[in-house]
């Protein structure tokens, strides 16, 4: 008998949430999580999309044993791409992926870090790593929160605008700025007054789109504060929310019913624990 399966474009989608008190993390589909250590706090967030077959890789690389402990996220990752360039039938076959999260402790570290990265391949064929993002949870930074995927549609809950919609503005602004300027210049130009217009306008030289940024920073700083104040259930809660948030919306967007259950995994990650499972995959023991 000939089965049908409809497919749908719905991004898989991630999201951890952190403080001083440890990670909470959520994704929507399964194999996106996978604890790397049984000794460290230690784990990885990636596209279970990735065209990188990250569950055979990991698989591979948990079977060396624990990973040596290190005192950042960053050596950690230089361990594994090591490992990925020695591994056969990886390096050398073009592959990439745009977003990889290394989340945990270092091993002098009593609060928690988060490592973004994007790989691809050189012209040699090995696996070569762009830092993203490096953010260690500490008194100037008491809480942050890492995205994978596409959270366009609650953006604004996040960051006050999307991307796409400060993309916008900051390239609106930078057109108006440009036009008042040129007006100015052709209007005062060859006048007694060139010199001190030129002069006034040399003080307005500061990026306008700033203004954008500053709403942003001023929505991300009261979301900051919040978080702060959370505790780990706290945590667990508000990233089971937007995972949950941004996945029926997708699917609603996209014209399909979301799932009864549209959050597939989630963990806490923290000092004394390191990675403990709320949910996940019971197809495969990571």
């Avoid at 460290?40 to 591979?60: F, G, Y």
């Avoid at 090995?126 to 995927?149: D, K, L, R």
Wanted: aromatic fraction near 10%.
């Amino acid at each position: 008998m000939l089965k049908c399966f409809t497919t749908m474009a719905i991004n898989p989608s991630f999201i951890a949430l952190m403080n001083k008190s440890g990670i909470a993390c959520a994704a929507s589909d399964d194999f996106t999580i996978y604890k790397l250590s049984s000794t460290e706090p230690l784990a990885i967030a990636v596209n279970p999309m990735s065209t990188i077959p990250w569950e055979d890789v990991l698989c591979r690389y948990k079977r060396l044993g624990d990973p040596e402990p290190q005192i950042t996220m960053s050596l950690y990752v230089e361990q594994l791409i090591g490992f990925m360039n020695g591994t056969a039938g990886l390096s050398g076959s073009g592959l990439k992926d745009d977003k990889v999260i290394l989340l945990g402790y270092g091993c002098q570290e009593i609060y928690p870090s988060v490592f973004s990265f994007s790989l691809d391949t050189d012209a040699e064929g090995n696996i070569t790593m762009q830092e993203i993002e490096n953010v260690q949870i500490c008194g100037p930074t008491p809480t942050s929160f890492v995205t994978m995927g596409d959270f366009e549609r609650i953006s604004p809950i996040l960051y006050g605008a999307s991307p796409r919609v400060r993309g916008y503005y900051e390239e609106k602004l930078r057109s108006v700025r440009s036009e008042y300027m040129s007006r100015l210049h052709d209007h005062f130009s060859g006048t007694e007054y060139e010199q001190a217009a030129e002069e006034n306008l040399a003080g307005y030289n500061s990026d306008t789109c700033d203004i954008v940024g500053n709403a942003t920073d001023m929505v991300e700083h009261d979301v900051n504060i919040g978080l702060s104040s959370f505790s780990i259930s706290d945590l667990v809660t508000s990233a089971e929310t937007i995972i949950n948030a941004n996945s029926r919306l997708s699917h609603l967007f996209a014209g399909v019913r979301p799932p009864l259950e549209c959050v597939s995994e989630m963990a806490v990650i923290t000092r004394p624990e390191g990675l403990k499972w709320v949910k996940h995959s019971i197809f495969f023991e990571n």
